[in-house]
């Protein structure tokens, strides 16, 4: 059974910084591309950053160019995303989502909040 | 950026219905088209891949089509469990992108 597992949200203020992760389990992790979806409270989905299954390639939303950072650790089957100079519309419900065939997501993670504020 | 519009953003119908949503690109994306449900405080569950395919343990009443720039999701019986919002995604090229969604109401 495909688990995915975020954590690491919390509480932070602006211009901070968090890293989260998102351990997986019941696939080989190594050879599927993984993505990070956000959502605001009260909000529709939003895509933020894609890497592929061995880590050398990313890519990454306009809205957090820059400030975020996609990685892997295939030894460790964990998923990252370090979320630097944190802005309030950065507020939300993270996803980790594992993808099938190009792009498309075929099992999501529960989700960890992010909330940024002073 | 590819921008998906999903309409209607929200509908009311009833147990039994059949329910059609469209999905439209602003340029062609060929089949590389997802949908996905939501329902409140849950993370999403994810329906169709490649515009007509169905994920594995979904069921049959829910169906995609489409190619190109126009989609559509069918939900040929509605049940009381697919109340819920509904997302298409593009993955033809990056950034991915969502529709706006659509909510799924009780009439």
């Known amino acids: 059974e495909v688990q995915l597992v975020e954590s690491g949200g919390g509480l932070v203020q602006p211009g901070g910084s968090l890293r989260l992760s998102c351990a997986a389990s019941g696939f080989t992790f190594s050879i599927y591309a993984m993505n990070w979806v956000r959502q605001a409270p009260g909000k529709g989905l939003e895509w933020v950053s894609a890497i592929s299954g061995s880590g050398g390639n990313t890519y990454y939303a306009d809205s957090v160019k820059g400030r975020f950072t996609i990685s892997r650790d295939n030894s460790k089957n964990t998923l990252y995303l370090q979320m630097n100079s944190l802005r309030a519309e950065d507020t939300a419900v993270y996803h980790c989502a594992k993808v099938r065939g190009p792009a498309a997501v075929d099992y999501w993670g529960q989700g960890t909040l992010v909330t940024v504020s002073a | ?107």
């Open chain 2, 1 to 107: 950026d590819i921008q998906m519009t999903q309409s209607p953003s929200s509908l009311s119908a009833s147990v039994g219905d059949r329910v059609t949503i469209t999905c439209r690109a602003s340029q062609g994306i060929s089949s590389w088209l997802a949908w996905y449900q939501q329902k409140p405080e849950k993370a999403p569950k994810s329906l169709i891949y490649d515009a007509s395919s169905l994920q594995s343990g979904v069921p049959s009443r829910f169906s995609g089509s489409g190619s190109g720039t126009d989609f559509t999701l069918t939900i040929s019986s509605l049940q009381p469990e697919d109340f819920a919002t509904y997302y298409c995604q593009q993955y033809n090229s990056y950034p991915l992108t969502f529709g706006g969604g659509t909510k799924v109401e009780i009439k």
